[in-house]
């Protein structure tokens, strides 16, 4: 298993502490960002602040979709210089170069998770690049996806697994699937609310079953997953993007410890 390490407190892999990546779907504004991450940190400690800049794959063209390129970067760069680590996703290999100069993580879309361009453009900017596991792709074919990244010499690289499509607008989560992508030899995240989600189960957006978000956290963790994703918001029902399927902030901070504990049981068995 290798060890993909952010900095001195969090690190994804073998023997290493469980990580977490949370924040809201999108950028909402700049004071937003700064607020949730203030309020996480205080809920868990270290982490990851996710946000996105560009939501390209909305369910309705009227979405909303975020403020783009250029701000949003400025945006998510004047965070990390606040001091938190941040992810963020890319869309297409032309704006590898200029995330990577902003943010410490590079996301990979579930839906372009096979895009070769963008996972080599991802790979040579030497970020650690975070690999959705696109809906449509089975647990153990999803490791190509990562020998795409590492063929450019960057073996930083996250798998992250977010359910499986299930008839239409919904999802599944095979657990057998965690395991399965560790033995890969990639580290493993799980991402508890897009797991949730109905995609487009609302007719212009999606919608979601945040009760079960737990439930699937804590099997995830007792499966062997090495970090946990989640988009929360403080009113998930206001939220510009995802509201249907993120955890209510003011939850996070119980959630997390009870997952610690449960990562804690299993390696003491």
């Known amino acids: 298993m290798k060890t993909v390490r952010l900095n001195e407190q969090i690190a994804w892999g073998e023997?290493?502490?469980?990580?977490?990546i949370a924040g809201p779907?999108?950028?909402e504004s700049e004071e937003h960002v700064h607020f949730l991450a203030g309020?996480?940190?205080?809920?868990?400690?270290?982490?990851?602040?996710?946000?996105?800049?560009?939501?390209?794959?909305?369910?309705?063209?009227?979405?909303?979709?975020?403020?783009?390129l250029k701000e949003g970067?400025?945006?998510l760069g004047g965070l990390r210089k606040?001091?938190?680590?941040?992810?963020?996703?890319?869309?297409?290999?032309?704006?590898a170069e200029a995330a990577a100069e902003a943010v410490d993580i590079l996301q990979i879309p579930a839906f372009l998770c096979r895009q070769t361009d963008l996972l080599l453009a991802a790979g040579l900017t030497g970020r650690i690049v975070n690999i959705k596991k696109g809906q449509f792709v089975a647990p153990h074919d999803i490791p190509r996806a990562a020998e795409k990244v590492a063929s450019t010499g960057n073996?930083?690289?996250?798998?992250t697994e977010r359910g499986s499509s299930f008839g239409y607008n919904n999802l599944v989560v095979d657990m057998r699937g965690i395991p399965l992508m560790r033995e890969s030899g990639w580290p493993v995240v799980f991402d508890a609310t897009h797991s949730v989600q109905l995609p487009g189960g609302l007719g212009d957006v999606s919608g979601g079953q945040p009760k079960f978000i737990e439930p699937l956290a804590r099997a995830a963790v007792a499966?062997?997953?090495?970090?946990?994703?989640?988009?929360?918001?403080?009113?998930?029902?206001?939220?510009?993007?995802?509201g249907a399927?993120?955890?209510?902030?003011?939850?996070?901070?119980?959630?997390?410890?009870?997952?610690?504990?449960?990562r804690a049981a299993a390696e003491a068995s």
């Open 15 to 20: 023997g290493e502490p469980l990580a977490l």
């Open 25 to 27: 779907c999108v950028i």
């Open 39 to 68: 309020e996480i940190r205080k809920a868990v400690g270290p982490f990851v602040f996710k946000a996105s800049f560009d939501k390209a794959n909305r369910s309705s063209v009227g979405s909303y979709r975020g403020p783009g």
């Open 73 to 75: 970067l400025r945006i």
């Open 82 to 95: 606040a001091g938190y680590p941040v992810l963020t996703d890319i869309h297409e290999p032309a704006q």
């Open 155 to 159: 073996e930083r690289v996250l798998l």
């Open 223 to 242: 499966c062997g997953a090495d970090g946990i994703f989640v988009e929360v918001h403080e009113a998930p029902e206001r939220a510009l993007s995802d």
């Open 245 to 262: 399927n993120a955890l209510r902030l003011e939850k996070l901070g119980a959630l997390w410890g009870r997952l610690k504990a449960i």
